[in-house]
T-cell receptor
């Protein structure tokens, strides 16, 4: 059964710092790996989607990588800003007919001014 | 503009009462999903539907029911059989049968009176 883990659970950094969020998954048979952002009391916003055949995806200051063989994905945030403060969740899409997303429990990020 | 609308934003349930959470999308997406989120945890799949008039149980379907009579609507009923319904409920949709990014509504917070 697929399990997705995110470390650390919480992270506090000063503004301007580059940072890496980690995501690991136990079963490499996935269609894709997705990163989401969640603001308090809100739904999820899709940030990046990496197909199983890809190694990385970039959007602005965000870069996500995928290493299926080791069961790991990282989200790199460059030059962090206070507006980046949120919870970041990763999710693996199951490679079966269910197309279920299996979520990690998230990393709560605080960027201090 | 297109999106997913969940209502109400807050809902209170009395003992023995069934309550229904609304989810409407105007994105013309085929697939729709219901997730439950507990504090500090990731999302867990309750039910999903890949096509009108068809739906499947997710990982925690007990005590919940759904219907998919229209493409744009996927209401979730929390029945009295769900003994611990207090949580944040999120609805999502995606193109095709699930390989595309999921778009989320802003959620409904359900509490017990």
């Amino acid at each position: 059964k697929q399990e997705v883990t995110q470390i650390p659970a919480a992270l506090s950094v000063p503004e301007g710092e580059n940072l890496v969020l980690n995501c690991s998954f136990t079963d490499s048979a996935i269609y894709n790996l997705q990163w989401f952002r969640q603001d308090p009391g809100k739904g999820l916003t899709s940030l990046l989607l990496i197909q199983s055949s890809q190694r990385e995806q970039t959007s602005g200051r965000l870069n996500a990588s995928l290493d299926k063989s080791s069961g790991r994905s990282t989200l790199y945030i460059a030059a962090s800003q206070p507006g980046d403060s949120a919870t970041y969740l990763c999710a693996a899409l199951e490679m079966d007919s269910s197309y279920k997303l299996i979520f990690g429990s998230g990393t709560r990020l605080l960027v201090r001014p | 503009d297109g999106g997913i609308t969940q209502s109400p934003k807050y809902l209170f349930r009395k003992e023995g009462q069934n309550v229904t959470l609304s989810c409407e999308q105007n994105l013309n997406h085929d697939a729709m999903y219901w997730y439950r989120q507990d504090p500090g945890q990731g999302l867990r799949l309750i039910y999903y539907s890949q096509i009108v008039n068809d739906f499947q149980k997710g990982d925690i379907a007990e005590g919940y029911s759904v219907s998919r009579e229209k493409k744009e609507s996927f209401p979730l009923t929390v029945t009295s059989a769900q003994k611990n319904p207090t949580a944040f409920y999120l609805c999502a949709s995606s193109m095709g049968k699930g390989k595309q990014p999921q778009h989320f509504g802003d959620g409904t917070r359900l509490s017990i009176l």
